[in-house]
């Protein structure tokens, strides 16, 4: 993961950045945390903290398109990579709610001609426990990113090919197949594109009016940040472009820090979800689900729902804190892993 040297500047803190007007000591001393990652090329975004349903520090930093000098803001939109799957996971679950779908169908019922499709359940793609092989891991993946592709060529791409284990049985690592074929299985019960689909049970049900699918269309790509990556120590230029669409289920969603935190009230402490849905989100008995990494944190003390991603140009973190009612938002238009870090240490201010 891609760190960049931080720069000693620990006496004097410039922070450029728009937020709201924040006076209490807490806030600054964030606020001076985040200055060496903003000023060493590591971190470029929004920063959000929401305690008990209420914003209590929010700043953005750096520029949403460096080349026209157009600063990131609060409204500002960012792709946020693997946190799509909690929109997916989200998605699917209400149909699950609705009677459309059953936890314990076979993914066959959707999609016949995929491996294990007897044996896979819905609840094994949402726990990312379905042994698929990975499209990500595939040697023309590059290519992959290269072209417009729907959530059915992205299925295709792994057809005829064996499982990796025994459906159920195990987390290997993050199953971008998987979350492609529960994009492809809310086409086919909604018959509805992937991205008006989610829009329907997710967005507009959460009130998420700055989030949404893209599905490569210049009219979404035209609000979103300019993604950066690293060039050389200090430097940064654009990030290699892709067809986001090539993600789609697993990577493809964009927001911005208000949303993420609406959704995030929406799916733990709102009734977005039925309860039995709400539950398997919160059940910590398996580590990892439904777009979420769960369990006991030593530092929070107290059980933590964090998740981040990373992908071309981009950088995202979420965590949310039950117990003491927090909420954490890192999103950044920089490929780096700062904002993991940054999330993890904001929390603990």
Known sequence: MFLKPLLGVAVLFYCAGIGIAQSNSTAAAIDAYLEPYVHSGNFAGDVLVERNGKIVFEKSYGYA???????NTPRTRFHIASLSMQFTAGAVL?????????LEEPVGTFVP???????ITIRDLLTERSGLPD???????D?????????????????GQPLLFVPGSKFLHEEH????????????????????????LIFRPAGLTASGIDD????????????YEPAGTYELKPATAIDWSAKTGNGSAFTNARDEARWMAALFRGHLLHASSREAVLDT?????????????????ETAYYMNGRAPGFGSFVLYLPQSQTTVVALSNIYSSATTTIGNDVAAL
């Not at 290519?143 to 057809?159: C, S």
């Not at 490569?216 to 993604?227: E, F, M, N, P, Q």
């Open 177 to 200: 197949s998987a979350y492609n074929l529960l994009a492809l299985i809310v086409e086919k019960k909604t018959g509805l594109s992937f991205r008006a689909a989610v829009d329907q």
């Open 113 to 119: 001609g995929i491996p294990g499709a007897d044996r």
């Open 143 to 159: 290519d992959i990113l290269q072209h417009h592709q729907t959530p059915a060529t992205l299925v295709a791409q792994i057809e």
């Open 285 to 301: 008995s398996l580590s990892l689900g439904h777009g979420w990494f769960k369990g006991q944190n030593k530092r929070f003390g």
């Open 135 to 141: 499209i990500n891991s595939l040697p023309n993946y």
């Open 216 to 227: 490569d269309s210049r009219v979404v790509s035209l609000h979103i940040a300019t993604g």
């Open 94 to 102: 209400r149909l699950v709610d609705m009677g459309a779908i059953s």
């Open 65 to 71: 398109n460096r080349e026209d000098r157009l600063p």
